[in-house]
């Protein structure tokens, strides 16, 4: 699992929580100069390095399902998506389904960054929203491993770089793109959906951006059926 921009793994924990009382095992991942590695430097290549050795020891040991959300949905896609195929077995995409380039990346740091220079860096007004948009289950995980203020206009920058397109037509493995109604991403949703052979679009009522963490019941059903998917494909003869 793959956490977005600023957050960090601990926004998955009520994802892990759910996959281990299945039996499965979850793997959250810290990217650079996220959460655990706030003081490491965000590339795009040490940020694909910690994609690529988390998926391929979970490969030692079976199917792998991939989740990635916002930040993490993108750079899932571009992974996913490579010419050399991964070992991935099914893919969930959540709230990543824009094209960061343009006049869309170029508005997205500038709210960013006029936020950022707010005093305690908007952290209040942050908390505030987050207070009443997240549900209890969810609130305290979310922001528990920090918010990389200081990678997020570095990490912008460096997605207007990924060909996701190219990347979205040489994905085979099931996929699901999962959004909030509400989330300002959806912006390219159909477009995604039209690129990936079976992809499913789910778009989950009431929801903002934070599809994982404000219905986390909702987000732990798709993993069901991803893993499900996954099962049934790797029985077949």
């Not at 650079?32 to 940020?47: D, I, N, V």
């Not at 952290?123 to 200081?150: C, I, M």
Request: glycine content about 8%.
């Amino acid at each position: 699992m793959v956490h977005g921009i600023r957050t960090s793994a601990t926004m998955w924990r009520a994802q892990v929580a759910h996959l281990a009382a299945r039996g499965v095992r979850g793997i959250a991942l810290d990217l650079p100069g996220h959460g655990t590695r706030m003081s490491e430097t965000f590339t795009l290549e040490s940020a694909f390095a910690t994609i690529d050795e988390a998926v391929t020891d979970a490969a030692e040991e079976g199917a792998v399902l991939l989740a990635g959300h916002s930040m993490g949905g993108l750079l899932s896609i571009e992974y996913v998506g490579r010419e050399v195929r991964t070992p991935v077995d099914a893919f969930i995409a959540a709230s990543c389904t824009a094209i960061p380039r343009g006049a869309a990346l170029a508005t997205y740091r500038a709210l960013a960054g006029g936020f950022d220079r707010l005093p305690g860096r908007g952290a209040r007004v942050s908390e505030w929203v987050l207070d009443r948009t997240l549900p209890p289950e969810t609130r305290a995980d979310f922001g528990a491993g920090g918010y990389a203020f200081d990678t997020q206009d570095l990490a912008l920058r460096s997605l207007s770089v990924l060909d996701l397109l190219a990347a979205l037509r040489r994905i085979d493995v099931p996929t699901w793109f999962v959004n909030g109604q509400f989330d300002q991403l959806r912006v390219n949703e159909r477009l995604f959906v039209s690129q990936v052979p079976g992809a499913e679009l789910i778009v989950v009522p009431r929801t903002s951006h934070l599809v994982t963490a404000m219905r986390p019941r909702v987000f732990n059903a798709v993993l069901d059926v991803a893993l499900a998917t996954t099962d049934a494909e790797r029985s077949r003869p």
